[in-house]
């Protein structure tokens, strides 16, 4: 098993907002987690901790419990981290707003038997067949909602965990069921990947390669190559960088099985 990670903030004068780990249990197989933490508008949010705070919370009992429960399914995992995340600060917070520190999640887990993932929000799972052939595991409620239904923040409130809309880990643990999840036999999968938006954007915003030339990217030159890469186009004034900002927090793992 080769496991490479590597993730860089958007602007090295702010704290990363994501977070990265993988986990190796005794008992064999491993895990792969990645949270891309929402970063909010200017204003009122109502929590006193901020958004690295809660995506290390939530990534750190995460991948414990992805690691040490297996009797437990992915969504399950989710519903407890997320419930233990908010028991963490309920007394000093209001979670009920809009804007309560939030995040996508991508989990992938292994044994000698089957490979489980969990995707929710705009991150990005890469499964890679022993045949070499790449699929995407998304969650793409987000980008089915027409543009000008996101044009200001307001209007994006209004969508954000709400039918019709799209769902992030925030502090209601019944999100967990929104995950997109699945499971594929172990011996149809030769490695795994996975990337938060700031990585992801090398194949979805600029269209480098695709799919497949993001994983052989990941597996010839590495997770810190791959956001390079980003880094490099994401600073030709040539570029348009899609929506959001043009720096985001790059993160990327590469789990070769």
């Known amino acids: 098993m080769r496991i490479d990670l590597s993730s860089a903030p958007g602007n090295p004068e702010r704290p990363n907002e994501d977070w990265l780990?993988?986990?190796?249990?005794?008992?064999?197989?491993?895990?792969?987690?990645?949270?891309?933490?929402?970063?909010?508008?200017?204003?009122?949010?109502?929590?006193?901790?901020?958004?690295?705070w809660f995506a290390a919370r939530l990534g750190g009992r995460l991948t414990e419990l992805s690691g040490s429960r297996r009797d437990m399914p992915l969504d399950r995992i989710l519903a407890e981290a997320i419930r233990g995340t908010a028991d963490a600060h309920r007394d000093t917070c209001d979670l009920s707003h809009v804007r309560t520190p939030q995040a996508t999640v991508v989990v992938v887990r292994w044994d000698e038997s089957c490979v489980e993932h969990l995707v929710l929000s705009d991150s990005v799972l890469l499964l890679q067949a022993t045949g070499g052939e790449v699929r995407a595991v998304l969650d793409d409620r987000l980008d089915r909602i027409p543009r000008e239904r996101l044009r200001t923040e307001a209007s994006a409130d209004v969508l954000r965990n709400a039918e019709g809309g799209f769902f992030t880990a925030a502090a209601d643990p019944e999100v967990a069921a929104r995950a997109v999840t699945g499971r594929t036999p172990r011996a149809d999968v030769r490695a795994v990947a996975v990337l938060t938006d700031g990585a992801s954007r090398w194949t979805d915003t600029f269209g480098e390669g695709d799919w497949a030339a993001c994983m052989a990217v990941l597996?010839?030159?590495?997770?810190?190559?791959?956001i390079d890469r980003v880094r490099t186009l994401e600073s030709d004034p040539r570029r348009a960088h899609g929506r959001g900002k043009r720096h985001d927090d790059a993160s990327a793992a590469y789990a070769e099985l």
Do not use: N
């Open 21 to 52: 780990s993988a986990a190796i249990p005794a008992s064999g197989g491993g895990v792969l987690v990645a949270l891309d933490g929402v970063t909010p508008p200017p204003g009122e949010v109502g929590c006193a901790h901020g958004v690295p």
């Open 219 to 226: 597996r010839k030159e590495g997770a810190q190559s791959l």
